[in-house]
């Protein structure tokens, strides 16, 4: 079974896993109010969801 010649560094090992990136959240618009909310969630600024009220939102909050 063939095995290294020499010991990989840090360096070296670390850029291969460079691809564990970050990425922003999907956002979509609400249908009530126009607002941007995470998409099959209630809209935190209207309180709608699929066009139904679900949630009463304070406002001045």
């Known amino acids: 079974m063939p095995n290294p010649k020499k010991k990989m560094s840090r360096t070296r090992r670390n850029k291969r896993r460079t691809h564990y990136v970050l990425e922003a959240p999907q ?3 609400c249908e009530n109010c126009g607002s941007a909310k995470m998409p099959h ?3 935190p600024g209207c309180g709608f969801y699929g066009g139904r009220k679900i949630v009463e939102v304070e406002e001045g909050v």
């Open 27 to 29: 956002l979509s618009t």
């Open 41 to 43: 969630r209630i809209c």
